[in-house]
């Protein structure tokens, strides 16, 4: 996919493991991921919501205004960060944090190649309602596909944490948490979950 990532949008990106590859093998796999992702797209998105399962993930993301990535300290002193090249220096960063993962999984398992499939899938979030149906997408994805049969019992997802650790976001789009546990409940119960890829 060509498309790149640009400031003050957000974006649903996801991926799966490249063939019958597994992107997590083992329980300390996925905090690894997460760390690892935070560190490479800290400094030019904030993570608003996500999903991690055994052989793929969803991530939904808004990229920092302009501003904020330019004088961002880990990037402010990069030789030729400008605004004629911020798009191609946000999508950099996913793309490092990829290899990176890549690089220490392969390390790990004794495996070579391409651990994701090719290029990984983003889409921009243009609506509140999309928006809306989308985290709670995200958050009832491993009911979904059976990788558990109670959201409560998947610890890999942010759907414990959103309310308090996303709370200007819930805020924004459900108003208040009793607002968002029923509207995921009413979402979950509906058939059609497969529009988000």
Request: proline share 4%.
């Amino acid at each position: 996919m060509t498309a790149t990532l640009n400031p003050s949008t957000c974006y649903h990106i996801y991926n799966h493991g490249n063939g019958d590859a597994n992107l997590f093998r083992e329980e300390r796999n996925y905090p690894f991921f997460l760390a690892k992702l935070r560190e490479h797209i800290a400094p030019v998105a904030e993570l608003v919501s996500w999903c991690l399962m055994p052989n793929h993930f969803h991530l939904v993301v808004k990229i920092w205004e302009e501003v904020e990535i330019l004088n961002h300290p880990d990037l402010k002193n990069l030789d030729g960060l400008d605004s004629n090249n911020l798009s191609k220096r946000i999508n950099q960063r996913f793309s490092n944090f990829f290899n990176s993962y890549t690089k220490a999984f392969n390390k790990t398992y004794g495996r070579r190649g391409s651990l994701f499939l090719k290029n990984y899938k983003r889409k921009e979030i243009d609506t509140t309602e999309y928006f809306r149906n989308l985290i709670h997408y995200v958050h009832s994805n491993p009911v979904h596909h059976g990788f558990t049969d109670s959201l409560e019992k998947w610890n890999w997802s942010s759907n414990h944490s959103f309310p308090e650790h996303s709370s200007s976001w819930l805020h924004l789009l459900f108003d208040t948490e009793a607002n968002y546990i029923n509207s995921l409940q009413a979402f979950i119960d509906r058939p059609s979950l497969h529009q988000f890829e």
